[in-house]
């Protein structure tokens, strides 16, 4: 088993020496991006392969129309970084079990890690940790090392993580780099969005982190109660904290799916001083044409995440995704879902803390061998039209109902580019579009129209 050791001896009490020296302003982008390349660039790759069948998942190179439109060839493996590690090994045996669909696609990771050294990873320290960030958190490093053990810094720290862990893998695949844009908000808190735009194979690629804290407004503070939390505020004012990740992927190419995932944590203090906290969040998949191998690779490694925590978690919330992600007015699904849920607040902190964990760390390994397996794949006119259709549903779903953005834009100095982020670069709507009977086209109207089992 292969281990990191991230600093040794002089080197580590020489680096954390230096980053404390910096710490108010830490150090700048050009910095940061530099140290956080040295850090992972020296580290040994390994590669995943079954000894039962003699199978390794292959790269594949970027997609395009034709085979001289892209690169030609992928640079190097993908590399998960420490965090991600444990989910890939925990989904290894569901990934194998469908592992003659998925010859194409290669999952490569820095490290293997147990249980227990991943443990020992979340108790380490926040400076270390942070050099693996796309930027320094929302909130100050000394905040985050006086509180370490509360759980918003736990929190903070884990989407930091995801958001950094996404991008490097979603890098590796792409060939191009993510733009990194912090934000303030003036109330409290900030965020730092990750956006890469019009790249070889995504077309647009959002991962967002946001903490922010202050007072809730009385409309904010209206759709929690109607999602069954009743909140009882001082003097009109109700002071909550709020963060998380989230990322939305639209990617050029037809056959590869657009994926969106989101992790949260919301604490509200009541006119007495105490606390109401909950965790919500979830990851869905949207393809354009149905593929029942993609499918099932994508839920059943979500469920394998769920049913460490709970053999009820997978069932309840793939049933409450397809629910949520529904477009009323159409009469259909937005995609063929995955998991989702809201107001977690059980059975206790620690164990729903831990469910979020192993949730958010399965967003690589539930994507990525996808993108991998049709990266190549070459596509048509037609089927570029049908996916311009496909994602304007996307769009009237996001802006009519998803709750995310409604509390986004329901809070005050809230950041509207990064609200809409999850919009893609282009989309259509053409009037009285339907599919004709027979074709791909129908097939996938008909999967969103009448939610499935896919494993």
Aim: net charge neutral; glycine share 8%.
């Amino acid at each position: 088993m292969t281990t990191i050791v991230l600093f040794k001896n002089t080197a580590q009490a020489t680096s954390r020496r230096c980053f404390m020296s910096n710490l108010k302003g830490l150090f700048s982008a050009r910095e940061f991006h530099s140290s956080r390349s040295l850090h992972t660039s020296s580290l040994p790759l390994t590669t995943w392969s079954s000894r039962t069948t003699g199978a390794r998942f292959m790269s594949q190179g970027p997609a395009g129309r034709s085979s001289t439109g892209g690169r030609s060839s992928r640079r190097g493996a993908l590399a998960l970084s420490g965090a991600a590690a444990v989910t890939a090994a925990a989904a290894v045996a569901g990934f194998l079990a469908n592992v003659n669909h998925f010859q194409r696609a290669e999952m490569a990771t820095l490290v293997s890690r147990t249980v227990e050294e991943d443990q020992d990873r979340e108790e380490g320290d926040i400076l270390a940790r942070c050099r693996g960030f796309m930027s320094p958190p929302v909130t100050d490093v000394a905040v985050l090392q006086g509180r370490k053990g509360e759980m918003c810094t736990r929190m903070e720290m884990l989407i930091m993580e995801t958001q950094a862990e996404f991008c490097k893998a979603l890098e590796a695949v792409d060939g191009g780099t993510f733009k990194v844009d912090r934000w303030e908000r003036k109330e409290g808190g900030g965020g730092i969005s990750c956006v890469m735009q019009d790249g070889e194979v995504f077309e647009k690629a959002g991962v967002n982190v946001s903490v922010v804290f202050g007072n809730l407004t009385e409309e904010a503070a209206k759709q929690m109660r109607s999602r069954g939390k009743v909140l009882k505020g001082k003097d009109g004012k109700l002071p909550f904290c709020a963060m998380g990740v989230s990322s939305v992927i639209h990617p050029k190419n037809p056959h590869i799916p657009t994926v969106h995932f989101n992790y949260r944590y919301f604490e509200i203090e009541e006119e007495d001083g105490s606390k109401q906290w909950w965790f919500g969040g979830g990851t869905d998949l949207t393809p354009v044409y149905v593929n029942k191998e993609d499918a099932f690779h994508f839920h059943n490694t979500l469920k394998e995440a769920c049913d460490k925590h709970h053999p009820q978690y997978y069932p309840d919330f793939k049933k409450w995704c397809d629910r949520y992600f529904y477009v009323r007015h159409r009469g259909e699904t937005r995609g063929i879902g995955g998991i989702f849920f809201d107001d977690l607040d059980g059975p206790s902190h620690e164990e729903a803390f831990g469910f979020v964990k192993s949730c958010a760390r399965t967003v690589v390994p539930c994507y990525l061998p996808i993108v991998h397996k049709h990266l190549r794949d070459p596509f048509t006119d037609k089927e570029k039209d049908w996916q311009q259709v496909r994602r304007g549903r996307y769009v009237e779903f996001n802006l009519v109902y998803d709750r995310g953005v409604k509390f986004g834009l329901a809070t005050p100095e809230s950041r509207i580019e990064s609200i809409l982020m999850s919009l893609p670069l282009t989309a259509r709507w053409e009037y009285m579009h339907e599919p004709a009977l027979g074709t791909r086209e129908a097939e996938m109207l008909e999967a969103l129209r009448n939610p499935k089992e896919w494993l």
